[in-house]
C-alpha cells in the first residue's frame, strides 16, 4: 500500500536565538514569523519532545547559532533538535552537527533574489557552498520557496536540479503566502497549478527521494487546491493539510501515517 505522512508537528516549539531581531528583514517575512518564536530560556522552560531552533539573519546571512551552543546543548540533553542556522562556513556547519539531528536550511541558487528579496551582498553559489558544507557533517533537508520573488516563479527549477546534482534525497516545499506588514504584502501567491508544476518536477526527477509540502503556504481554497494536487503527484508528506486533502489520500488508496513533530524530524 501507498502511505502518505501527514504532520500536525504541535509536539516541535520553534526556538528563535534573536528574539524577534534580524538584520535582513527580507521583503517576504520581515521577521513576522519570529515574532511567535518562544526564547531559548523559555525553552529551557518548555516540556517539548522537539525543537526547531531558529532566528533573525545577521548581514552575512547567518542565523548566530553558534554563539549559543551551550544553551542549546542543554536543550539536546532532553529533546530531539532541527536547526536552522542559514549561511555557514565548515568550522560553523560542523560545529551544528554536534547539536543538530537535522538540519534546515533554505536553499536558492537565484542571485536577484538573494539580492532583491534577501538583501545580502551573496549569491547562489554561496548557498551551494553552505548547503556542501552542512551536507558533508549532518543530516540536512533543504527548503525551497515557491514563490520567492513576490510570487512569481523563477529559478525553482534550477534549484531543484542543483540538489539533484548534489545526490540531495531530502527535499521541503513551501509557498510564498503575502504577509501583512512586509513590502511583499500587496503581492499574490504563485498559482497553485503553477505551484503544482514545480512539485511535479522535482518527483519526477527524485522518484525515490523523500518530498515534503512544507507548513508555509496559503490558506482556505488555495491550500486545499495545492493539498489535493501534492496528494495527486505522490509527495511523501504534507504538513497540516486540510481534512478534504486527508480524505482524497484515503480515497486514492493511501495509508495515512500521523507524525506530531516538524517534517524535517
Do not use: Q
Not at 509527495?235 to 493539510?241: R, S, Y
Amino acid at each position: 500500500m501507498r502511505t502518505i505522512d501527514i504532520y500536525y508537528p504541535g509536539k516541535t516549539r520553534s526556538v528563535s536565538v534573536t528574539g524577534a531581531i534580524c538584520s535582513l528583514n527580507c521583503s517576504h517575512c520581515s521577521g513576522h514569523y519570529l515574532r511567535d518564536m518562544i526564547s531559548l530560556k523559555e525553552a529551557e522552560e518548555t516540556d517539548s519532545s522537539s525543537f526547531l531552533i531558529s532566528g533573525g539573519c545577521d548581514r552575512e546571512g547567518k542565523v548566530p547559532i553558534t554563539r549559543f551552543m551551550d544553551e542549546i546543548r542543554s536543550l539536546k540533553n532532553r529533546a530531539r533538535l532541527n536547526i536552522h542556522c542559514g549561511l555557514v562556513d565548515e568550522e560553523e556547519a560542523k560545529a551544528i552537527s554536534e547539536v543538530a539531528d537535522k538540519v534546515s536550511f533554505d536553499f536558492t541558487v537565484d542571485d536577484d533574489a538573494i539580492r532583491d528579496v534577501f538583501g545580502l551582498n551573496k549569491s547562489g553559489a554561496d548557498y551551494i557552498r553552505s548547503y556542501g558544507y552542512l551536507k558533508k557533517y549532518t543530516e540536512v533537508v533543504p527548503h525551497i520557496l515557491i514563490g520567492l520573488k513576490g510570487g512569481i516563479i523563477d529559478k525553482e527549477y534550477e534549484a531543484v536540479r542543483v540538489l539533484k546534482e548534489m545526490s540531495t534525497e531530502k527535499m521541503a516545499f513551501i509557498i510564498f503566502k503575502p504577509t501583512f506588514g512586509t513590502p511583499f504584502s500587496d503581492r499574490r501567491p504563485p498559482g497553485a497549478e503553477d505551484a503544482a508544476k514545480v512539485l511535479e518536477f522535482a518527483r519526477g526527477l527524485v522518484p525515490d527521494g523523500y518530498i515534503t509540502l512544507g507548513c508555509m503556504r496559503p490558506g482556505g481554497s488555495y491550500r486545499d487546491r495545492i493539498d489535493r494536487m501534492a496528494v495527486e503527484i505522490g509527495v511523501d508528506g504534507i504538513v497540516n493539510p486540510t481534512p478534504s486533502a486527508v480524505r482524497y489520500a484515503e480515497e486514492l488508496g493511501y495509508g495515512i501515517n500521523i507524525k506530531e513533530e516538524c517534517c524535517v524530524l
